[in-house]
């Protein structure tokens, strides 16, 4: 039983050695050093770790011990016009929102109390990142109920969505305006 117990390692091992072996070899069936031509690469050993740093081809040994990293998520900050969306409806609760669907949704509201049986809600889709009039596909709805259970809705096409569109594309276009100021300075 030993014996086919070696014999079982020894089987496991060589076949092991050999597909290391072989994976060293490129298409022409020759042996090659992973990494290419070495006269491409700079003979001092810091200038060659840095190298492969700086193409993604290794890590620091340092970086593995600092535990997990979250993702980066500062683009929606950094997106002039979903900023200047948000910006501008902030005065009405949100329903949902989400950056990566490219939408918003407003809860109802009624800017008035004693209207209370009257109130709308808006929904921003984005349609591209770039400021520009076609960006944007704003819907307002407007809910009229007589009671809370006697409710009608319908979407309304009057002055309001192309005026928040509007003002949404002006404070996108100060935001940006501002950013290149910004990095005009620092650089």
């Given at each position: ?14 076949i092991i050695f050999s597909l290391l072996l072989i994976s060293c070899k ?66 009405m609760p949100l329903s949902s929102v989400n950056y990566s669907g490219g ?85």
């Open positions: 039983m030993l014996s086919f117990l070696k014999l079982t390692k020894l089987f496991l091992y060589s490129g298409p022409d069936g020759k042996f090659k050093l992973p990494g290419g031509d070495a006269r491409k690469f700079p003979a001092d050993p810091a200038l060659r770790v840095k190298k492969n740093l700086e193409e993604g081809r290794g890590f620091k040994v340092n970086d593995v011990f600092k535990g997990p990293k979250g993702g980066v998520f500062d683009f929606a900050s950094s997106n002039e016009l979903w900023r200047a969306s948000l910006d501008t409806i902030d005065f939408i918003i949704i407003t809860d109802w509201y009624a800017a008035d109390r004693s209207l209370s049986s009257e109130s709308i809600k808006i929904s921003i889709r984005f349609l591209t990142n770039e400021i520009r009039s076609d960006a944007l596909d704003i819907k307002v709805f407007n809910r009229k109920c007589n009671n809370m259970s006697n409710c009608v809705v319908k979407e309304i096409n009057d002055e309001l969505a192309p005026e928040l569109k509007k003002q949404i594309l002006k404070k996108a276009t100060l935001y940006k305006q501002e950013a290149q100021n910004k990095d005009k300075k620092n650089n």
